[in-house]
């Protein structure tokens, strides 16, 4: 396997890890706080990615900043590295993990249903059988709430 295939295979997992664990979290820890030690450990885990690259001598991939970039790193930054955080953890405080865990999963289909909407690209099949790693969640967590609702065990 490709390094790239498994560190964005690594990259799902721990983004579909964060969540439940920062709603186990966020029983004892202020949902502001709690979006703030976010993204303070994604900036500390980036700080170290910079620092090793440097290290090992790996050349940065990046195209340079420019000053008319800085209106939109910055609105960039507000959005989602302010707002965008701290509107999932109030969420997350205020919703159930299967509510949490469905609009989740919602945010990859909308995301994939606006770029083809704004770059106007044919829908292909590639575009309706790409996302059927999605499909599965809503019957399984209607199943869960509703064995909860009942009280059934199985």
Not at 69 to 87: E, F, K, M, N, Q
Request: glycine letters at 12%.
């Amino acid at each position: 396997m490709r390094a790239s295939i498994a560190l964005a295979l690594l990259s799902a997992a721990l983004f579909g890890a964060s969540t439940p664990l920062a709603k186990l979290l966020l029983d004892g820890v202020d949902p502001w706080l709690m979006a703030g030690l976010l993204y303070l450990g994604a900036g500390v885990g980036l700080a170290g990615v910079h620092v090793a690259r440097g290290a090992l001598g790996v050349p940065a991939a990046e195209a340079p900043l420019r000053r008319a970039d800085v209106p939109w790193l910055a609105l960039v930054v507000l959005a989602g590295g302010v707002a965008g955080p701290l509107c999932l953890m109030l969420g997350l405080a205020r919703t159930e993990a299967t509510s949490a865990s469905l609009l989740l999963n919602l945010e990859g289909l909308a995301t994939m249903a606006s770029h083809g909407w704004r770059s106007a690209r044919m829908w292909t099949a590639a575009c309706c059988w790409g996302p059927r790693p999605f499909w599965p969640a809503p019957p399984c967590c209607r199943a869960a709430r509703q064995r909860r609702w009942t009280g059934a065990r199985g």
